[in-house]
T-cell receptor, first 114, second 112 residues
């Protein structure tokens, strides 16, 4: 069966520090991968999505970037965190075109920028 | 982009009650999903339902695509049903699209 792993679960970082959140999917190949952010406990905003290795699309201009160095690995990064980057970050995946389109989420990372 | 409105925003019920959550969307969709976010933040996919009706235990969902709304029914509520319920839609199907657009959710509290 397919599983999605996301870490760390919580992170407290000072303003101006770098960020790296990692997400991996097991039990499938060629997944579509997504990074969402949830602020104030409500509403999810799509940040990045990827349909393949090194293929990243950004939905919202921001202080963040994403990379997909391997088929089942998706990384969210920042060179210098801002206070406004605080939030709950969720990685998600779907199987991709022509197959089931259900979206499955990782357990999330609560990021606090102080 | 497509707009998704969920109602009610908040709902408090006693254990054993039934509830109906609504999701309205502003454009034709080929992908609609319902999620439950538990108090610990985990999002669980409940239904993939771009049209028609599905049931899973005490939960069922109906989407009337031509009228641009979907309903989530919860029967015989339990305290574990508490959390936030999200509706999410996409104009496109078949994966590889630019991701789902989420509503703001319905915050459900089931009291014992």
């Amino acid at each position: 069966s397919q599983t999605i792993h996301q870490w760390p679960a919580t992170l407290v970082q000072p303003v101006g520090s770098p960020l790296s959140l990692e997400c991996t999917v097991e039990g499938t190949s060629n997944p579509n991968l997504y990074w969402y952010r949830q602020a104030a406990g409500r509403g999810l905003q799509l940040l990045f999505y990827s349909i393949g290795i090194d293929q990243i699309s950004s939905e919202v201009p921001q202080n963040l970037s994403a990379s997909r160095p391997q088929d089942r690995q998706f990384i969210l990064s920042s060179k210098k965190l801002l206070l406004s980057d605080s939030g709950f970050y969720l990685c998600a995946w779907t199987q991709g075109k022509g197959t089931t389109e259900k979206l499955f989420f990782g357990s999330g990372t609560q990021l606090s920028v102080l | 982009g497509i707009q998704v409105e969920q109602s009610p925003p908040d709902l408090i019920l006693q254990e054993g009650a039934n509830s109906t959550l609504r999701c309205n969307f502003s454009d034709s969709v080929n992908n609609l999903q319902w999620f439950h976010q538990n108090p610990w933040g985990q999002l669980i996919n409940l239904f993939y339902i771009p049209s028609g009706t599905k049931q899973n235990g005490r939960l069922s969902a109906t989407t009337v695509a031509t009228e641009r709304y979907s309903l989530l029914y919860i029967s015989s509520s339990q305290t574990t049903d508490s959390g936030v319920y999200f509706c999410a839609v996409d104009r496109y199907s078949g994966g590889g699209a630019d991701g789902l657009t989420f509503g703001k959710g319905t915050h459900l509290i089931i009291q014992p």
